[in-house]
C-alpha cells in the first residue's frame, strides 16, 4: 500500500442487498488504488447483510448498522460523517467499479487546476429489461468546468461516481434528509455553485438499476421536483425557459399517477412563464386534448430536444 497517497473513503449505504453487496465491496477493495477504506452502513436491514460484511478479513472494511430504516440520505450522511479520508467516492451496494477508477480520479484530481474539485465519470446503467444508458447523456454541454447552468436544465451527473475532498461536502452541507428522492442532484446541483467539475470520459461504474416499487417511487419523484424547484427557486429566477421546462415534466410525472388537477396547474404555471412561445402554447393545447396526447407529445418532443429527466 502506498501510504504516501490521500486515504479515500468510500461509503456504500446498503439494505436488503445481502445477495449483491459482496460484488459491490470487492470492487472497490480490488481497487488499483489500495489506500483505502470501505464504510458500508447497514440501513436497518432484515436479510444476512450483517453475516456477508462479517465474512470479509479485511482491516479497510468497517460496518456501521442501524437498528430501523432510517433512509439512503441518513445512510450516507452517517458514512460521510464518520470518515476518516481526505477524500469521499460514493458507491450504491449494487453497483460495480472498474478496477482503476480511484486511480484514474485521482490522477485527474492532481492533473486539473486547483478550484476543480470534484470529478466524475461516465456511469453505465444497466436497465432491468436489458438495454443501456449511459450518463451523462449528449444534451448535458458544457459537462466541465462550471456547470451550474447545465445542471439547472437536469441530472447528468451520477453520484456513484463522484470523487471529492470531504471538506467540500462539509463546506456546502450533506445531503438532504428530507427529500423523497433526486437526492444526488440535488447535492451536486449546491457542489456546482461552488466549485468546478472534471469529467473522466470513460465508464467507470457500472449501475444495476432496480425498477420495484415503480408507483412509489414515481409518487416520490413528484414530490422531490416540487420540493428542489421550491428550495432552489432563486437559482431559476431569469431563467423562465428552463423552469417552465421543469413545470411541464413535474405535469407529465404527475399525470402518470393521476393527479390530473395537480398536473394542470404546473402546466398553467409553465405557460405563464412562456405564454408567448409557440412550443408552450402547443404543450398547452395537448394537455387540454388530454394526458395521453399530451404525453406522446412530450415523449415525441424530448427525443429531438435536450430536456433531460429529473432522477
Known amino acids: 500500500m502506498d501510504d504516501e497517497k490521500p486515504l479515500?473513503?468510500?461509503?456504500?449505504?446498503?439494505?436488503?442487498?445481502?445477495?449483491?453487496?459482496?460484488?459491490?465491496?470487492?470492487s472497490v477493495l480490488n481497487q488499483t488504488y489500495e489506500n483505502l477504506e470501505v464504510i458500508?452502513?447497514?440501513?436497518?436491514?432484515?436479510?444476512?447483510?450483517?453475516?456477508?460484511i462479517n465474512s470479509y478479513d479485511d482491516t479497510r472494511l468497517r460496518y456501521i448498522r442501524f437498528d430501523e430504516n432510517k433512509?439512503?440520505?441518513v445512510a450516507r450522511n452517517t458514512g460521510i460523517k464518520k470518515a476518516k479520508g481526505e477524500f469521499i467516492a460514493l458507491q450504491d451496494s449494487d453497483d460495480i467499479w472498474d478496477p482503476e477508477k480511484i486511480e484514474k480520479q485521482f490522477e485527474a484530481y492532481q492533473n486539473t487546476p486547483d478550484d476543480y474539485k470534484v470529478i466524475y465519470s461516465v456511469v453505465c446503467g444497466h436497465l432491468t429489461n436489458g438495454g443501456k444508458i449511459h450518463v451523462?447523456?449528449?444534451?448535458?454541454?458544457?459537462?466541465?468546468?462550471?456547470?451550474?447552468?447545465?445542471?439547472?436544465?437536469?441530472?447528468?451527473?451520477?453520484?456513484?461516481?463522484?470523487f471529492t475532498k470531504k471538506s467540500c461536502?462539509?463546506?456546502?452541507?450533506?445531503?438532504?434528509?428530507d427529500l423523497p428522492?433526486?437526492?444526488?442532484?440535488?447535492?451536486?446541483?449546491?457542489l456546482s455553485k461552488h466549485y468546478k467539475?472534471?469529467?473522466?470520459?470513460?465508464?467507470?461504474?457500472n449501475a444495476y438499476h432496480d425498477e420495484s416499487s415503480k408507483t412509489e417511487n414515481i409518487e416520490a419523484l413528484s414530490e422531490a421536483i416540487?420540493?428542489?424547484?421550491?428550495?432552489?427557486?432563486?437559482?431559476?429566477?431569469?431563467?423562465?425557459?428552463?423552469?417552465?421546462?421543469?413545470?411541464?415534466?413535474?405535469?407529465?410525472?404527475?399525470?402518470?399517477?393521476?393527479?390530473?388537477?395537480?398536473?394542470?396547474?404546473?402546466?398553467?404555471?409553465?405557460?405563464?412563464?412562456?405564454?408567448?412561445?409557440?412550443?408552450?402554447?402547443?404543450?398547452?393545447?395537448?394537455?387540454?386534448?388530454?394526458?395521453?396526447?399530451?404525453d406522446n407529445f412530450r415523449g415525441f418532443y424530448r427525443r429531438i430536444a435536450y430536456a433531460p429527466p429529473l432522477r
Not at 458500508?40 to 456477508?52: I, K, L, P, Y
Not at 461536502?169 to 434528509?177: L, S, T
Not at 467539475?197 to 461504474?205: A, N, R
Open 40 to 52: 458500508v452502513v447497514d440501513d436497518g436491514s432484515t436479510d444476512n447483510t450483517e453475516e456477508v
Open 169 to 177: 461536502i462539509e463546506n456546502v452541507g450533506y445531503f438532504d434528509e
Open 197 to 205: 467539475f472534471k469529467l473522466v470520459d470513460e465508464v467507470l461504474v
Open 8 to 26: 479515500v473513503s468510500v461509503v456504500i449505504p446498503t439494505y436488503n442487498r445481502a445477495d449483491k453487496i459482496k460484488d459491490s465491496i470487492d
Open 226 to 294: 416540487e420540493m428542489f424547484l421550491e428550495k432552489h427557486r432563486e437559482d431559476f429566477e431569469g431563467h423562465e425557459q428552463i423552469l417552465s421546462e421543469h413545470y411541464f415534466r413535474l405535469a407529465s410525472v404527475l399525470f402518470s399517477i393521476n393527479e390530473d388537477d395537480k398536473a394542470k396547474k404546473y402546466i398553467r404555471k409553465a405557460w405563464l412563464l412562456r405564454p408567448f412561445r409557440l412550443l408552450t402554447f402547443i404543450r398547452l393545447f395537448a394537455s387540454i386534448l388530454g394526458i395521453k396526447f399530451f
Open 136 to 162: 451523462p447523456e449528449k444534451w448535458a454541454r458544457p459537462r466541465e468546468g462550471n456547470i451550474h447552468h447545465t445542471l439547472r436544465k437536469g441530472s447528468f451527473v451520477p453520484m456513484v461516481s463522484i
Open 71 to 73: 433512509g439512503a440520505n
Open 181 to 190: 428522492r433526486s437526492q444526488d442532484y440535488e447535492l451536486t446541483f449546491r
